[in-house]
């Protein structure tokens, strides 16, 4: 099974900046649909963000269009998040898994059933 590594958390102020990572070892994820989601304590894990495996197209949801952009650089086996104008709603356990394709239109789950959640990186904005 497929358990994606996320990275590049960290604590920011309101209107700051992050890029989280996302790669997988001995697994490539450049075939993959790739989608990145967020948690908080006693809230369901939502979707944020994916991108598609054939045509790279990207789908959001609305609460971070036009602040965070999605790209993969398949060289490196990475899929990216990068996070503008952060606000404090943006605090959040950010992960990374594989999803369908219509999975990935929607920006929702479940993770295929070969990948699984990896540990997550924490992300904090303060007001």
């Known amino acids: 099974q497929v358990q994606p590594v996320e990275s590049g958390g960290d604590l920011v102020q309101r209107g700051g900046s992050l890029r989280l990572s996302c790669t997988a070892s001995?697994?490539?994820?450049?075939?993959?649909?790739i989608a990145w989601f967020r948690q908080v304590p006693r809230k369901e894990r939502e979707g944020v963000a994916c991108?598609?495996?054939?045509?790279?197209?990207?789908h959001y949801v609305d609460s971070v269009k036009g602040r965070f952009t999605i790209s993969r650089d398949n060289a490196k086996n990475m899929v990216y998040l990068q996070m503008d104008n952060l606000k404090p709603e943006d605090t959040a356990v950010y992960y990374c898994?594989?999803?369908?394709?219509?999975?990935?239109?929607?920006?929702?789950?479940?993770?295929?059933?070969?990948?699984?959640w990896g540990q997550g990186t924490q992300v904090t904005v303060s007001s």
């Open positions: 001995r697994f490539h994820l450049d075939t993959e649909n």
């Open positions: 991108i598609m495996s054939d045509d790279d197209a990207t």
């Open positions: 898994a594989i999803v369908s394709s219509l999975s990935c239109r929607l920006v929702e789950g479940p993770p295929l059933s070969y990948s699984s």
